[in-house]
């Protein structure tokens, strides 16, 4: 028979702290129902320490294939992307960004980059097939790409969750581990489809003015009402 695990002896233990995050300045919109997040494709790279909790701000879209919900974005390029140059054939990202490439879609397949060429520049979304990553370097080896890509471009899934529909709401949230440390799938009761924003608060939100732009039409295009606060 099983016996149930309490983590050691009873007793007051280490003191753990966690902070909500606010993402709205104002109203918010929520999508009735909620949705379900894929926890097997789902991490928060830029929260240190604890990349299995999700916090508010983290934009989310829909898995095509199992109309579950994951992170849209999974990091960003950290050197430019030249399509003509001699490098033609890797683009590098950090190695944690490398990592969670393999976890989430394996040594080989394919993801999404988007970005302008230039810095301000049009945006360009385009998937481009890898053959091997290096987490150690953050190299992976391409089929060379079509467009020009400057550094901090988002480097995205390509199952379809690529394409923000909302964003986690206000709170501390969302753990999509087990406690032995397994990806379990957790409810998305507060899924934010409009509202005012702190765009500060927008997980994985870019610094270039045209993927800013990106970003906030992706979401205006299928939430409601959004508005945010660095516009005005």
Known sequence: MAENFVGGMPGIKAERSASPRRVTCGGSVLLPGG????????????????????????????????????????????????????????????????????????????????????????????????????VASGAITITAAGNDFIAGSLVQPADGSQVPLGLIADGYGLKVTDADGNSIDVPLADLLIGGIVDASQIVNYPSDSALKAQVKADLRARGYAWSFDDDF
């Open 35 to 134: 949705k379900v997040v894929d926890g097997s494709k789902s991490r928060d790279l830029l929260n240190s320490g604890d990349s299995d909790v999700l916090r508010a701000g983290s934009l989310m879209g829909k898995i095509a294939a199992s109309g579950k919900y994951a992170p849209s974005v999974i990091g960003v390029l950290s050197q430019p992307y030249d399509k003509d140059g001699q490098s033609s054939t890797t683009m590098t990202v950090s190695p944690a960004t490398a990592a969670e490439i393999v976890r989430r879609i394996g040594e080989s397949g394919a993801f999404q980059v988007c970005g302008p060429a230039t810095a301000g520049g049009t945006v360009a979304a385009e998937t481009v097939a890898f053959s091997d990553v290096n």
